[in-house]
């Protein structure tokens, strides 16, 4: 039985005596820290303080729930889809029957002696009506404060970098100016007058409909100067960039920076209805020199050797902060960081390739798992291959003894530019990964209709594939193929499932004093192996499955989405609990980084704030409920 103090009103009035404590222990807590001070006194005025005894059942199965609780102290635990939850101190439950006023489901026990603030049904009614952040949390649950904690990350780095704006911004509101045009006839002398004249460092070619024909910039210019080929009077249709890379004034900043980071440009036009509207530089888009991305990448993509590139990669780091300071998302980061990796690798192989000992052999370079996915952070190891086409077998031996001492130059570079050498051999310099077309073909069969143990572990890496560096022709006839073979072998899609659903996702819950004397319960998280991958995997599953050539892994959960594999509400709980593990991860790397320790993926629980604490917990349950998704399918 629970205890309540005697009397309804000497409860309530216990409560208001100990209100200034009781709220400075609440707002420590989302979502009380978000509300406003007169609801949460309002909450407080219209609760009782109850105790509930270790080993008691808090709430028994099938009964109408009638208050909210909101634990104090204390562990109180539900068992739900066979999945145990485990609920401690500023945890509101049970939120959602009390929302859809459903009779419970399961029944909550207490583990340990429990205080709880107990609030009236009324009185919550009332504040769904009245507050917002109180709200949103009932309906949303832990997801509902993923906006806080990105706040709190991109307060936390611009209180340290400064920030002026932030990267979703769209253009037409960076952009404050119209475009500088010309005709493609006006002679290259009069453009750069205007050019110099409105103190710009370029111009559009146009023509007499306003459509883009053409870009000429500085660059441009000092090029035809340092060539001996600039003639004032030439007509600027001969010595513009011809169909220039474009997007809408709708677009936003990071569009215009990722664009910039692949084609190395520092100019982006504005195309709105066929027609040249506007234009945004790199200064534009990063007003603070410390977010020089552009310069970055285009200093990887000409570094004269190694060595350059080696110095150029502590810059990341600094930019990933800077970036978070501008309000960068977690996807948007990892986009960037493995969009300069591709330009590192690009770069390296372009260094190491000997003359013309590889001129006659038609190959590309293939970057798997996370760089294959777009989901680099700053610290990564190598996962990389090769595919060559090859007319016969004995040919693909001759073109695989030119290409391995080749591949082993350049993985070592790159082991040299921070991207670590790979311990499981995962690497193009392994002659099992320096193949033809047919070869690869031959291997991904055999993993799909006789799969072992190492093919299943093969299928988590193979799969998310792509083409850094030649032609990628080969490869989209290969994955169309491959693809091809995993749907038509519903055993192999059911083994990868079992394997995805494998890994035990942690409840993400600190350990307790007590377990902690006799070494029982959860202190870290390794949150790349215990929280990311298994995700990674689920989706992974799926998008084969259903046909998807995407590999970044919320690209697949769009594609899920759309053909109804998940709900709406599915897909946004795991899209943002991918955001949050994802910045977790980037920002503890980070905190290494700045403290020149040896990175690693291990997070300490008992380090991490009420806030995150609550959003890693649910972020850890929606995996769980993505594990389940697709035990349900396969029917494991």
Known sequence: MSFAIPGESVARTAVRQKAPGILAWLIAYPPFNQMQAQHCDYLIEHSELRFFASGQTLLPAGEQVKQLYIIRQGQVRNVEQDEEIDHVAGDLLPLRELVSGQALSNEYHVLEDCFALCVAGPAVAHLLTASEPFREYCLRGASSLMASVWRSAQAHASAELGASYTLDMSLQSLVERGVLGCLPDCPVE?????MHERQVSSIVVLNADGHLLGIFTLRDLRRLIAGGHYDPLQAMAEVMTVDPVWLTPQASAFDAALLMVEHHIGHVCLVQDHKAVG???ERDVFSLQRVDLVHLSRAL?????????????ADIGRLVDAMLAHGARPEQLTAVVTRLNDHTVRRVIELCLPG????????????????????QTRFTDQDNGILFIAESAQHARTCRELLLPFARRVNEALDRCGMRWCSGNIMASNPALCLSEQEWLHRFQVMIERPAAEQLLESTIYFDCRAIWGDDKVLQRLRRRVLGMVNDNPAFQRMMAQSACQVRVPSGKPRSRLEALVGQGEDVLDIKK?????????????ALAHGCEQPASL????????????????????HEAYRYLQLLRLQHHQGQWQRREEPDNLVRLGALGALDARVLREALAQVRRAQRILALRYRL
């Open 190 to 194: 009069q453009a750069v007058k205007r």
């Open 279 to 281: 234009m945004v530089s």
């Open 301 to 313: 993509r000409c570094a004269h050797d190694v060595a350059a590139l080696v110095q150029l990669q």
């Open 356 to 375: 013309q000992a590889l001129a006659g052999i038609d190959f590309c370079w293939l970057a798997f798992g996370s760089q294959a996915r777009g989901e």
């Open 530 to 542: 215990q929280a990311l991958a298994p995700l990674v995997d689920v989706l992974r599953v799926l």
């Open 555 to 574: 690209d697949r959960l769009s594609y899920l989405t759309q053909r109804s594999v998940f709900s709406r509400g599915e897909s946004e709980g795991l």
